[in-house]
C-alpha cells in the first residue's frame, strides 16, 4: 500500500523520472540502499521503485509508527522500524534479514538519518553507518545501489519551509530522478564493504544527479523512464 500510496502522489508534485542499469524488477532478495536527503525522498524512491514493478519492506525511524495512519500503514505491509540509538536496534536487522530470506527486497538508508543542511542543494551521500554492511554479510543478499536527486526541492529547510514546499509543489513540479546501479555483493570486513556501498550509491547519486539537468529541461507534466 505504501508504494501505491507514493506511486500516485509523487507524480503529482513532481517529474519523476527513472533510470536502472539492470532490466526489469530489482531481483528477490535483494537490498537496495539509497541515499537519504530529505523527508521527502522515501516517497520518490517507493514511487520510482514502484515503477519497475518492486514494492519493498523499509527500514526507517521507529518513531513513525506513532504517527496517525501512517503506522498503521507501516504495520501492515510489514515494513521495519529501527529503534536508533537503544538496545532494540540490532532487531530490525534480524527482521530485515529474515524479510530478504522470503524473498522480499529490503531498502535501507546507509546514512541512517537527514543531513543537518537546511539549503534546498543536493549534495553526494553522507558517511554510512555499518547496518548495511552487516546486514549484507549477514544475508549474502546482493545490494543495489540506488541514488536519488531533486527530493530537497520539495522538501528541505525549517518546518515552515518543507511545508509551504509541499504546498507549493503541484504548481513547481521540480524534475526528480532516480537512478539504480549494478547490483554488487559486498566483501571484505564490515569498515571496506561499508565504504564499498558508499562509493556505489554515490556513484548512482551522480549519475541521478546527471540525468535530472536533462530532466529539468522536460516540458511540466512529461515523465519519462530511461
Known sequence: MLSRIASTLVPVLGRLSVSSETAGPVSAGSIVAANHSSLADPGVVLAALHRLGTEPVVMATAGLWRVPLLGGVLRGGGHIPVHRGTARAATALDLAAEALADGRVVLIYGEGGLPRRRDPRDTEPGTFRTGLARLAAASGAPVVPLGQCGARRLSSGSTAKQLAGFATAPLRRPALHVHLGTP???????????????????????????????????????????
Open 184 to 226: 554488487l555483493h559486498l566483501t571484505g570486513d564490515i569498515s571496506e564493504a561499508t565504504a564499498a556501498a558508499h562509493r556505489a550509491v554515490t556513484a548512482a547519486w551522480r549519475t541521478a544527479e546527471q540525468r535530472l539537468h536533462g530532466d529539468a529541461e522536460r516540458p511540466a507534466g512529461r515523465l519519462s523512464r530511461r
